[in-house]
């Protein structure tokens, strides 16, 4: 019998198919490169090395060879497979594989659309995507609880901490000088915890408990009211922390508040005025720019990133957060991979009567250790001669279009410095983002600099471009690639926004 299980297992080695080859998978966990999967590809599938893949994913991989059969252990959930099944079992209830177990070289390869399932993401705690073109697998922890941001406004901060649906909470106060925020059953990305100091919050902690997730926030001074509120799309808690008032905790509410029904408005439309009493000023306008796009991909990563793809979903989530905040009408010059001209883009800010305009980057370097993020308003004559180099990288897509980068530029310029106040808007607005960067990520703080952008010449509004991040730096490009980090640098970029509509008098509470 046992002779006979190691023919099966030899043939199954045997009658791998001919066009399988050795290859590899780059991977990076929670915005970390890790060592490489050995991996094959048969036909367009790739298949992982069981495991070298259960381990990244946080896993105790035990493979039976005699057997053919690959053991997982993921939170004290076990997950079985079998050479040359298509069936697993994990948790006590069946999975179906799109293919096969491979044996391969007398180790186990699981087919790569099994580790990417939903099933295997509830099992493990973690959820990941890979890209084809790029071979870069990236993997973030699951979670229920988070993200969390901040704001300091006038006379209040806020605490917002997003809750998965189902999930219980409750506030209470720990003594004079501090409020704890419980979830039971909640789980965190991972634990995270930041300074705020600006009078009102100290400092904030959220952690991982066996059977909860819990926030701690620690107040400047005792005596500091305080109220928690639960909002809407997405679902999530809102700490307020305040000079005046009484300490509450709202009552959960089983369902959410009856929501207006939509009313359809253009991109073109003018803002609309609140019929209230006292009469509310008209929503801000913000124009929300995805960098690159379509024919024009921008910088390259070094594991084969794309800028376009990553500007544009820095984009869709910085125009989420603003659209939340309920004070903003947002529109996005491009939501999808689409090739926009640069002309295009200032037009239908203008169009649309932007009161503030943000271009979202990527920056590239032929010296590989260059990193970290920059934030840039318009000018006549570049900052540095990096200033200067990146302008010309960024402009270059005029030739796309059948302009000449020299000659656009300089009209360009010579429209944009009669807008002084303009010019001195954006100043204000791209050092209030970059201090707001510096408190949140993880990334060197390059500083505020100018340069003549021709994207941003064309907006009669306070207008800044944005560079995340260097996608030539092997490290700024995971960064960049995990949803964690790049939602922490986004998270930066909303809150200069709103210090800077706070400073304008703006609506924003």
Request: charged share 25%; with cysteine; hydrophobic share 40%.
């Amino acid at each position: 019998m046992k002779r006979h299980l190691l023919l099966t297992l030899a043939a199954l080695w045997l009658f791998v198919p001919a066009f399988a080859g050795a290859d590899e998978v780059e991977v990076v966990l929670s915005g970390k490169y890790q060592d490489p999967i050995e991996a094959y590809k048969v036909g367009s599938s790739y298949y992982l090395n069981a495991k070298q893949a259960g381990g990244v994913f946080g896993g105790q991989v035990y493979w039976y060879p005699v057997s053919g059969r690959v053991q997982m252990s993921f939170r004290g959930r076990q997950l079985q497979l079998l050479v040359g099944s298509r069936e697993a079992t994990g948790a006590g209830k069946p999975f179906k594989l799109d293919s096969g177990v491979l044996l391969r070289s007398g180790q186990a390869f699981i087919p790569l659309g099994f580790f990417l399932s939903e099933e295997f993401s509830e099992l493990s705690g973690m959820e990941s995507e890979f890209n084809e073109r790029t071979k870069l697998l990236t993997i973030d922890r699951r979670s229920s609880v988070g993200p969390l941001r901040w704001f300091s406004y006038e006379d209040h901060t806020r605490i917002a901490l997003e809750l998965g649906e189902g999930l219980k909470y409750s506030a209470t106060g720990r003594g004079v000088s501090a409020v704890e925020l419980s979830v039971p059953l909640g789980v965190i990305e991972a634990p995270e915890q930041g300074r705020i100091s600006d009078g009102i919050i100290e400092s904030y902690a959220l952690r991982q408990d066996a059977k909860l997730a819990r926030l701690e926030v620690r107040l400047a001074k005792p005596g500091l009211s305080w109220k928690v509120r639960e909002l809407q799309s997405p679902r999530r808690l809102a700490l307020d922390v305040e000079l005046l008032g009484e300490r509450t905790v709202e009552p959960e509410r089983a369902e959410p508040p009856p929501k207006p029904a939509p009313a359809a408005v253009s991109a073109a439309e003018k803002p609309r005025i609140l019929s209230a009493a006292p009469a509310m000023p008209a929503k801000r306008r913000i124009v929300v720019d995805a960098g690159h796009g379509g024919k024009d991909p921008g910088a390259t990563g070094r594991s084969g990133a794309l800028e376009k793809d990553i500007n544009l979903a820095a984009a869709l989530q910085l125009a989420r957060l603003l659209r939340e905040e309920g004070h903003f009408e947002v529109m996005l010059t491009r939501d999808d991979d689409t090739f926009v001209p640069l002309a295009d883009r200032s037009r239908l800010a203008d169009e649309f009567g932007a009161d503030l305009f943000v271009s979202l980057h990527c920056n590239a370097s032929p010296d590989k250790k260059e990193s970290g993020f920059e934030v840039y308003f318009l000018s006549e004559t570049a900052t540095d001669p990096e200033a200067q180099r990146l302008a010309e990288r960024e402009n270059a897509v005029l030739e796309l279009e059948g302009k000449s980068p020299q000659d656009e530029q300089a009209s360009a310029i010579l429209q944009a410095m009669g807008r002084t106040e303009d010019i001195n808007a954006s100043s204000e607005l791209a050092s209030l983002v970059s201090r707001s960067l510096g408190r949140r990520v993880d990334l060197l703080d390059r500083g505020v600099k100018q340069a003549g952008f021709y994207v941003l010449r064309g907006t009669h509004a306070p207008a800044i471009l944005f560079e995340m991040a260097f996608v030539s730096n092997r490290q700024d490009e995971a960064k960049l690639g995990s949803k964690k980090v790049r939602r922490k640098i986004v998270e930066g970029v909303y809150a200069g926004v709103l210090d800077f509509a706070k400073r304008r008098g703006w609506a924003v509470r």
